[in-house]
């Protein structure tokens, strides 16, 4: 068995969020698997058929966080990550990348359109990425780690 290989929602296994590329870590809010699950649920119902969330980042480590931020450039030079990004650990796994498919055809949903509904279950959207919606509950679920250190 592969590690985190846990089934932690109906549609969701641990892995999915995990770090691929250092020791598997992973930092996962149940209110985000939560909402995710909502989404999912409503993106559903609005195309009337099977769609699927697919992960493409959880939890990032801070070696991860840095390894991104020289290949596609720091948010404060007008690159797309940021160093103090909602993905790293210290955030208590509360924002996850993804992309919805349409299981029937294999397309990849619109992001606007997904983001249109990500939007009611989560506080912050992003959906200028290419390849991803970000989404994250920053305000919703404060660790509160971060929040005393
Ligand atoms: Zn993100």
């Known amino acids: 068995m592969r590690p985190n290989d846990i089934q932690v929602s109906e549609h969701f296994k641990l892995y999915e969020f995990e770090d691929r590329a250092h020791d598997n870590l992973v930092v996962l809010h149940p209110l985000l698997l939560e909402r995710l699950e909502l989404t999912r649920k409503a993106l ?61 055809t294999g397309a990849i949903l619109p992001m606007k359109q997904v983001a249109i509904q990500a939007s009611r279950f989560f506080d912050t959207v992003i959906d200028h990425y290419p390849t991803h919606l970000h989404v994250d509950l920053r305000h919703s679920a404060k660790h509160k780690a971060t929040r005393n250190a």
Do not use: M, Q
């Open 44 to 104: 559903c119902l609005d195309a009337e058929k099977d769609i699927a969330i697919i992960i493409t980042s959880g939890t990032r480590t801070r070696r991860t966080n840095n390894a991104l931020g020289k290949l596609l450039g720091w948010t404060s030079l007008g690159g797309l990550v940021c160093p103090t990004s909602h993905h790293l650990p210290g955030y208590g796994g509360l924002a996850v990348d993804f992309f919805a498919l349409d299981k029937s």
